[in-house]
């Protein structure tokens, strides 16, 4: 304790407590900020200009050391005599605690700023009493401890709050929540949309109890993990993926690709879609990506290029709802505008190629059968499947006059452009054998020769049914060069093969090739055909010799028409193609 003269501040008295703690000059008591206390600010002359004071923390640097004290002071009137008296209360001890505790808090609030996830504390109420940095700026949460008046309940009106079932999250499912509760809660993964701007976050919460010393929890740490980048990433893959898989089953087919893009972009990309292939009622925004190939970004609307072999084939705008598209967005986008293109491309490609391909088996068949005085003809080619490869199977009716006509039907190995070119070889070295020597042996070994002769063939092989009919003696000729037999059913519906097996032809020189002949009359059907016919249903059952001669008892007696289409029906089922290519040619004496 100190006395002092109101008015002067001179010392009257200071006890043995206070002795220590005097010493000349007033630059050794500082004020809470560290700052040496200015002369006026003295607490002896304060009192000595009649103020009173109450508790003034300030530091004292005395002999024994820096000391931080209370200072508190008045006037009292002692006698008749006025006196100031000023006491001291020494809390260094209790002070530097609580400093130490202030630095540790604010070193922990440093840490906790420099975790990347997430991290929030409840207090027993279930009310937020922490936010670190990553909280605040990940959810908009109040940094440190300005939490008193946070609502969880209205923080969570703004937002559309999902579990990973894509079900409403009750909020008594909170990690936190089962926590305070005593639980040890297993980790959460939480998807929020944002009601105002339609941004979508998704969290892996995490929370452990802390607990006192008696087991009851007193606080509940929540960490929250932000993990949507990896969810939209891992969305992008499946929305890709799929993509990849629904582009590749449209049939390389140009329309049904374009008619799937905006199937598949809504909603995952945005609530509408436009696709423009070309400039035509295009905005001056899609001409200008169609032209350069560089996505357009717009809060809530994008344009990405569809592009295939380094061209820009078209683009497609996205609307957004709500959310805004930001780069990752536009990046899948892109990469859907890559897959189409590539879509499209190939359904271009597929159609061009597949016209050309339908163009030379056109002109490997007769664009037409020829008509037969006193006869009826009727064939059908079916390939295995309608795409690029040309078949080998083929067929073909002429006459070298007078009455004599010839039928023939084979079938090359392999497809494609290959097995066109000994196609066209076969069936024009036929046409052209057939005006010199009347015999189908004769022919068919003439075939073989040129095929041998020919780099065309390029070592491939064919086999050849060649049927010679005399209209004028009624007479039928039949020569097989590795071929199956031809059918012949009499106008009485009995069936019977014709001819004799021989050697295939283009592998080996003098080839083994038989003819034999039969009477040919009204209401008589010849058969000639593919071993396509015979294997349609290949492997699940194929037609042996007595399947095929009930197949053509049972097919109707009306014509050639009939009895083809009858064969083809019986021999597919209900498959909508053949196993291989299939080709029937048949003629039908009728007077």
């Given at each position: 304790?100190?006395?002092?003269?109101?008015?002067?501040?001179?010392?009257?008295?200071?006890?043995?407590?206070?002795?220590?703690?005097?010493?000349?000059?007033?630059?050794?008591?500082?004020?809470?900020?560290?700052?040496?206390?200015?002369?006026?600010?003295?607490?002896?002359?304060?009192?000595?200009?009649?103020?009173?004071?109450?508790?003034?923390?300030?530091?004292?640097?005395?002999?024994?050391?820096?000391?931080?004290?209370?200072?508190?002071?008045?006037?009292l009137t002692v006698g008749e005599r006025r006196?100031?008296?000023?006491?001291?209360?020494?809390?260094?001890?209790?002070?530097?605690?609580?400093?130490?505790?202030?630095?540790?808090?604010?070193?922990?609030?440093?840490?906790?700023?420099?975790?990347?996830?997430?991290?929030?504390?409840?207090?027993?109420?279930?009310?937020?009493?922490?936010?670190?940095?990553?909280?605040?700026?990940?959810?908009?949460?109040?940094?440190?401890?300005?939490?008193?008046?946070?609502?969880?309940?209205?923080?969570?009106?703004?937002?559309?709050?999902?579990?990973?079932?894509?079900?409403?999250?009750?909020?008594?499912?909170?990690?936190?929540?089962?926590?305070?509760?005593?639980?040890?809660?297993?980790?959460?993964?939480?998807?929020?949309?944002?009601?105002?701007?339609?941004?979508?976050?998704?969290?892996?919460?995490?929370?452990?109890?802390?607990?006192?010393?008696?087991?009851?929890?007193?606080?509940?740490?929540?960490?929250?993990?932000?993990?949507?980048?990896?969810?939209?990433?891992?969305?992008?893959?499946?929305?890709?993926?799929?993509?990849?898989?629904?582009?590749?089953?449209?049939?390389?087919?140009?329309?049904?690709?374009?008619?799937?893009?905006?199937?598949?972009?809504?909603?995952?990309?945005?609530?509408?879609?436009?696709?423009?292939?070309?400039?035509?009622?295009?905005?001056?925004?899609?001409?200008?990506?169609?032209?350069?190939?560089?996505?357009?970004?717009?809060?809530?609307?994008?344009?990405?290029?569809?592009?295939?072999?380094?061209?820009?084939?078209?683009?497609?705008?996205?609307?957004?709802?709500?959310?805004?598209?930001?780069?990752?967005?536009?990046?899948?986008?892109?990469?859907?505008?890559?897959?189409?293109?590539?879509?499209?491309?190939?359904?271009?490609?597929?159609?061009?190629?597949?016209?050309?391909?339908?163009?030379?088996?056109?002109?490997?068949?007769?664009p037409s059968l020829p008509d037969i005085p006193?006869?009826?003809?009727?064939?059908?080619?079916?390939?295995?499947?309608?795409?690029?490869?040309?078949?080998?199977?083929?067929?073909?009716?002429?006459?070298?006059?007078?009455?004599?006509?010839?039928?023939?039907?084979?079938?090359?190995?392999?497809?494609?452009?290959?097995?066109?070119?000994?196609?066209?070889?076969?069936?024009?070295?036929?046409?052209?054998?057939?005006?010199?020597?009347?015999?189908?042996?004769?022919?068919?070994?003439?075939?073989?020769?040129?095929?041998?002769?020919?780099?065309?063939?390029?070592?491939?092989?064919?086999?050849?049914?060649?049927?010679?009919?005399?209209?004028?003696?009624?007479?039928?000729?039949?020569?097989?060069?590795?071929?199956?037999?031809?059918?012949?059913?009499?106008?009485?519906?009995?069936?019977?093969?014709?001819?004799?097996?021989?050697?295939?032809?283009?592998?080996?020189?003098?080839?083994?090739?038989?003819?034999?002949?039969?009477?040919?009359?009204?209401?008589?059907?010849?058969?000639?055909?593919?071993?396509?016919?015979?294997?349609?249903?290949?492997?699940?059952?194929?037609?042996?010799?007595?399947?095929?001669?009930?197949?053509?008892?049972?097919?109707?007696?009306?014509?050639?028409?009939?009895?083809?289409?009858?064969?083809?029906?019986?021999?597919?089922?209900?498959?909508?193609?053949?196993?291989?290519?299939?080709?029937?040619?048949?003629?039908?004496?009728?007077?």
């Amino acid at each position: 304790m100190l006395l002092v003269e109101p008015g002067s501040a001179e010392l009257l008295f200071a006890n043995a407590a206070a002795r220590p703690m005097l010493a000349p000059g007033d630059a050794r008591l500082y004020d809470q900020a560290g700052l040496p206390l200015a002369p006026d600010a003295n607490p002896l002359r304060r009192v000595a200009r009649g103020e009173t004071l109450s508790n003034v923390q300030l530091d004292w640097d005395t002999a024994d050391g820096l000391r931080t004290v209370l200072v508190s002071g008045t006037t009292l009137t002692v006698g008749e005599r006025r006196v100031g008296v000023v006491t001291f209360e020494d809390v260094t001890t209790l002070e530097s605690g609580r400093r130490r505790a202030s630095v540790l808090a604010e070193e922990l609030e440093v840490m906790l700023d420099g975790v990347a996830d997430a991290l929030t504390v409840q207090a027993p109420d279930q009310t937020l009493i922490y936010a670190n940095a990553a909280a605040s700026r990940l959810f908009g949460l109040p940094r440190g401890r300005g939490l008193e008046r946070f609502s969880t309940e209205e923080y969570l009106t703004r937002f559309d709050v999902l579990d990973d079932t894509g079900h409403p999250l009750d909020v008594d499912r909170l990690p936190g929540r089962m926590a305070l509760a005593g639980l040890e809660p297993e980790p959460i993964i939480t998807r929020a949309v944002d009601r105002e701007t339609g941004e979508v976050r998704w969290s892996r919460l995490k929370s452990t109890g802390v607990r006192d010393p008696d087991g009851g929890v007193r606080l509940a740490i929540n960490l929250v993990e932000d993990i949507t980048e990896l969810k939209r990433s891992e969305e992008s893959q499946r929305f890709l993926a799929e993509a990849s898989r629904r582009l590749a089953g449209s049939a390389l087919d140009y329309e049904r690709t374009l008619a799937l893009v905006a199937e598949l972009a809504v909603p995952a990309l945005g609530v509408t879609c436009e696709v423009a292939m070309d400039e035509l009622d295009a905005s001056p925004e899609v001409v200008e990506v169609l032209r350069t190939g560089v996505a357009r970004l717009e809060p809530r609307r994008m344009i990405v290029p569809v592009g295939a072999a380094g061209r820009v084939l078209g683009a497609i705008t996205l609307i957004a709802d709500g959310q805004v598209y930001d780069q990752q967005a536009v990046l899948t986008a892109e990469d859907f505008g890559l897959r189409v293109g590539s879509a499209l491309e190939n359904a271009r490609l597929y159609a061009a190629a597949s016209q050309i391909a339908r163009a030379l088996q056109s002109a490997l068949l007769p664009p037409s059968l020829p008509d037969i005085p006193g006869a009826a003809l009727s064939a059908v080619y079916r390939p295995a499947w309608q795409g690029l490869e040309v078949g080998g199977d083929f067929y073909d009716a002429f006459t070298t006059g007078d009455g004599h006509w010839y039928l023939v039907i084979g079938d090359v190995c392999g497809k494609g452009a290959e097995a066109a070119a000994v196609t066209a070889l076969a069936r024009y070295t036929l046409r052209t054998a057939a005006a010199r020597v009347s015999s189908p042996a004769a022919i068919l070994r003439w075939v073989g020769d040129a095929m041998l002769d020919q780099d065309a063939a390029g070592g491939r092989y064919c086999t050849i049914a060649c049927a010679h009919i005399d209209l004028g003696a009624g007479r039928l000729t039949v020569s097989c060069g590795g071929h199956p037999l031809p059918v012949l059913r009499r106008a009485s519906g009995a069936v019977e093969l014709v001819g004799a097996p021989g050697t295939l032809l283009g592998l080996l020189p003098d080839p083994e090739l038989q003819e034999r002949s039969v009477a040919l009359d009204p209401g008589d059907t010849l058969v000639l055909y593919t071993d396509g016919l015979t294997e349609a249903r290949a492997p699940f059952g194929m037609w042996g010799e007595a399947e095929l001669i009930a197949a053509v008892q049972a097919a109707p007696m009306n014509g050639a028409v009939s009895l083809v289409d009858n064969l083809v029906s019986a021999a597919l089922g209900d498959r909508a193609a053949p196993r291989d290519d299939l080709a029937v040619l048949a003629l039908k004496l009728v007077g």
